[in-house]
């Protein structure tokens, strides 16, 4: 089995925040992931609780099995309740009992300067 890719990425406070993945081999084709769910968490420390989860079951992730296409969106409400700062996140994929890493790294959280009146 493959190690997690790694992704570090930015996350704006305030804004709807989406990330689309096709997972795919290592000739370009696209994997199916008929079956398949996945889960995300944030969290400022790897020991820390999660201040954002999506998943499949609560809407924040969606899967196009054919395509190999993993979507991910937190909402401008889910993003404005968490603090600008650097933290941690992974995301995996589960199928039956096995849960795969697919990627993982840091995300920066920019402050929102706009707030939402």
């Known amino acids: 089995m493959a190690t997690a890719g790694i992704y570090n990425g930015v996350m704006d406070q305030g804004a709807t925040w989406t990330l ?11 994997i199916v992931l008929t079956g398949y769910t996945a ?13 954002l989860t999506l998943s499949t079951s609560n809407g924040g992730i969606t899967i196009t099995p054919l395509t190999g296409t993993i979507n991910l969106m937190a909402t401008a409400t889910q993003m404005e309740s968490i603090q600008p700062g650097l933290y941690v996140y992974d995301l995996e994929l589960t ?13 920066t959280v920019r402050a929102q300067v706009t707030a939402n009146v």
Do not use: C, E, H
Not at 96 to 101: A, E, F, H, M, Y
């Open 20 to 30: 689309s993945i096709v997972y795919t081999d290592y000739n370009g084709n696209p």
């Open 39 to 51: 889960r995300m968490q944030l969290r400022s420390k790897f020991d820390s609780a999660a201040v």
């Open 95 to 107: 199928s039956g009992s096995n849960i795969q890493r697919l990627i993982q790294g840091q995300m």
